[in-house]
């Protein structure tokens, strides 16, 4: 094998043959003709027997487009598939291929027309346009020997211009090769965390979308390097901004990885090298995009998981330099979108993401998220499906393609297959059939075979929520989350910005009820006035009613807004994560002292003032000869009750399925909760998620629970089980579940419905 490694391309001179290259695009003529200027202007200047250049026809095939070195009659002839030989591997796999022999690599082809016997060594980049592989540039020698770093760094800086060039030619396309066999995308399949359940199907946006260059030459150098400076100096400062929101809790990015952009944002090395790029010609996007594109290639080579996170974080910050250096900042949002959107980012904020029109914002996708970060609980409010922890999301969806969204198995197809669309799309009509068949049952009464009616109400908690109870004819408002209206503010919410607030949903409920719950915050629930320090285990920690009484200000405050607001209406308040009685007396002394000064002031007070308890914490069901006495109403909040219960983290998805309302310990303690209210005649409720689902609510129905408050979407499929039910006989039938020794009874309360015909 030769040593000879000595550089035979005149490398010094990149910013000549840019420049060269530039004049010939600018050319007139046949394009056919100028793409053989490029490619003999390539082999004179890089000294090379061969410069090849194959671009992806319209068949998604890699064909040769113009050739110094081979033969004349092969152009427009040859032509191979993604993935076959060394250029159609280079195209396939998005990386360089640098071989001393070319005929040695296991995926050498020959092909005769072309004449290539003659050659050995063979180097070729991928050229990119858009993040997508829109052809090959290739160099050989007849001479065996290996092209060094800064000969396949200079073919990689040429390849930029190339793009242009070729994305200018009129017969290449510029399908991703990298994806697919066929000349058209092949699906993929990515999956993630389920976050917010649902089905959608749309096209990707990416919440900051991708900047395609226009000129990749630069006119001058100096002026290129002063752009790339202000977009280096204006990113470093939204850094800075971006972590002082971060400090409040208010902003889409962690603060670890605002930290890593901090770090890239101010490493020499990254923008020396983009400034070397720049003095070899490249404009300064072209050389954001072209040092990128180093990185991206030993991002596919790394199989270390802390670097190929730092380099997808420098890909990420690639992003946003690009954005700053073409002054495109704005957010899809602000581009205002139309059609089904699929929206894909690495996080958002909770605000970011009510930004988005609702009306065409079908799912979201994350490379980040958790099931308790503030976008996941607001996403889960405005009912749109979201998908977390979909590693590397933005490199393989592009903007643009199709995408189905199953939140309910956490799979996200790309490019999906007509079948599978068609499959989905069924889902999607049923799914929507169903929903407007509900609509129009609207006005049903959710009364039982046997006459008992049932209350049907609404969870909610943010104003765009009002409008459900209309759509649903839901009975009021069972639960409203006052705390989003804290999560969504980086400061606390004043008084009279509470007032209005509250007034506003109690006017758009019209008269029928709303229960307010005191604000639920810590835990899971974030606010970023809030300073509670790291919790081992925050879902048993300084949270909901324990921050509240620690923090007068902040409850009392709140009940006062709760007061004026409802004045010469009814309040409906309750606490939540009630532990013992004494918690739940101080919480109603504050109202009561609320009250008085309402007095003291002359201000109109409620007409009625009703105080519940949220039943949460199961400490607090032994006390019910004492609480009840003292309480207007009782909602059981089974999302936390039952996760305490069973001692099963709510938002671990390991233990999702683990443990089972439907069993016989937690049907004894809603039995016993439900016996102890309708002994002492106080209202009681479940606002908990399973009394939304049908089977669930069935059972809970036979165990004396009348009143439920649910997501919207489940108002419809438990109003028409309520109708098709007979509580007499599934009275029975649920106290026969109370003493069975299994670990769930589901399979008994399925196969009653199904005897029974009950519609769930
Ligand atoms: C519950 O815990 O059941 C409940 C309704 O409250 P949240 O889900 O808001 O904690
Ligand atoms: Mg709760």
């Known amino acids: 094998m030769s040593q000879n490694i000595v550089p035979r391309l005149s490398t010094s001179s990149p910013r000549a043959l840019l420049r060269r290259l530039h004049d010939v695009m600018g050319d007139v003529g046949d394009p056919q003709d100028r793409l053989r200027t490029v490619v003999h202007e390539i082999a004179a200047n890089m000294q090379v027997d061969v410069c090849s250049i194959y ?109 242009e060039i070729l994305g200018a030619y009129p017969d290449t396309t510029d399908l991703d090769v990298s994806r697919s066999v066929h000349g058209r995308p092949d699906p993929v399949i990515l999956t993630g965390l ?25 006119e001058d150098v100096g002026e290129e390097k002063t752009r790339i ?21 208010h902003s889409g990015e962690h603060r670890d990885i605002l930290q890593t952009y901090k770090m890239f944002a101010f490493d020499r090395g990254w923008a020396d090298r983009i400034d070397g790029a720049i003095e070899q010609g490249l404009t300064a996007e ?56 699929i929206l894909v980012a690495r996080n958002l904020g909770p605000a970011d993401l009510l930004e988005y029109d609702r009306a065409y914002l079908r799912a979201v996708v994350l490379e980040e998220g958790s099931p308790t970060a503030h976008v996941t609980i607001v996403a889960r409010a405005m009912g749109i499906p979201v998908i977390g922890r979909v590693r590397n999301a933005q490199d393989v969806i592009d903007s643009g393609d199709p995408l189905i969204v199953d939140a309910e198995t956490g799979e996200i197809y790309i490019n999906p297959t007509a079948d599978t669309i068609e499959t989905f799309e069924k889902a999607v009509a049923f799914k929507e059939a169903r929903a407007l068949r509900y609509r129009e049952d609207r006005h049903l009464p959710a009364v039982t075979q046997d006459g008992v009616e049932i209350d049907l109400m609404v969870n909610a908690g943010l104003k765009a929520d009002l409008i459900s109870l209309e759509e649903t004819g839901a009975a009021g408002i069972g639960l409203f989350r006052t705390e989003f209206q804290f999560m969504v503010s980086s400061t606390l919410p004043r008084v009279s910005a509470q007032e209005a ?56 405050l709140q009940l006062r807004a709760l007061i004026r607001a409802a004045a010469g209406r009814t309040l409906s308040v ?161 106290q026969s579940l109370l003493y069975l020794p299994d670990h769930s009874v589901r399979h008994a309360a399925l196969d009653y419905a199904n005897t029974a015909k009950i519609s769930l």
Request: hydrophobic content about 45%; proline content about 4%; some cysteine.
């Open 574 to 734: 309750m606490f939540p994560m009630v532990a013992d009685v004494s918690e739940f007396l101080a919480g109603k002394d504050l109202v009561d002292r609320e009250l008085e000064f309402c007095d003291k002031l002359g201000l109109t007070k409620p007409k009625k003032v009703r105080i519940g308890v949220m039943l949460e914490v199961p400490a607090l069901a032994w006390q019910l000869k004492t609480l009840l006495p003292l309480v207007d109403f009782l909602a059981i909040g089974t999302n936390d009750l039952l996760q305490f219960f069973f001692a099963a983290d709510r938002s671990n998805p390991k233990l999702a399925d683990r443990y089972d309302l439907l069993s016989p310990a937690a049907l004894n303690l809603i039995h016993q909760v439900v016996l102890a209210c309708q002994s002492h005649d106080v209202e009681v409720s479940v606002c908990g998620e399973v009394g939304g689902r049908p089977l669930e609510a069935m059972v809970l129905i036979g165990l004396g629970l009348h009143r439920f408050s649910m997501s919207p979407s489940s108002i419809g499929p438990v109003r028409q089980m309520v109708r098709t039910l007979s509580a007499g006989e599934i009275t029975a039938f649920a």
């Open 55 to 163: 671009a992806i026809n319209k068949t998604g095939n890699l064909e040769l487009f113009a050739t110094q070195g081979l033969n004349q009659s092969a152009v427009h002839k040859t032509r191979l598939k993604p993935g076959e030989g060394l250029i159609g591997t280079i195209a396939l796999t998005r990386t360089v291929l640098n071989l001393e022999e070319a005929g040695d690599h296991p995926k050498f082809v020959y092909r005769p027309e072309t004449g290539e016997d003659a050659f050995h060594s063979f180097c070729g980049v991928p050229v990119f346009r858009s993040g997508r592989v829109i052809g090959v540039l290739s160099i050989q020698t007849r001479e065996m020997r290996a092209f060094n770093t800064e000969e396949v760094e200079a073919l990689q800086t040429i390849s930029m211009v190339l793009s």
């Open 501 to 556: 607030f509250y007034r506003e949903v109690l006017e758009g409920a019209d008269d029928k009820p709303v229960v307010f719950r005191a604000v639920d915050i810590g835990g899971d629930k974030h606010v970023p006035y809030l300073n509670r320090g790291d919790e081992e285990n925050p879902a048993l920690g300084w949270r909901a009613i324990r921050v509240a009484l620690e923090r007068p200000g902040l409850l009392q």
């Open 286 to 341: 072209a050389a954001v995009e072209r040092v990128r594109q180093n990185y991206r290639s030993s991002m596919q080579k790394t199989k270390d998981p802390y670097l190929l996170e730092r380099l997808h974080d420098l890909d990420d910050l690639s992003n946003r330099l690009m954005r700053f250096v073409t002054g495109r900042q704005q957010t899809a949002a602000s581009m205002g979108l139309e059609g089904d959107i």
């Open 194 to 218: 389920r976050l917010v359940d649902g089905v959608a199907i749309g096209e990707a946006v990416f919440h900051q979308p991708g900047v395609t260059i226009e000129n990749t030459v630069a």
């Open 229 to 249: 400076r202000d977009a280096f100096k204006a990113m470093r400062q939204q850094i800075d901004q971006m972590m002082a929101a971060a400090d409040v809790g």
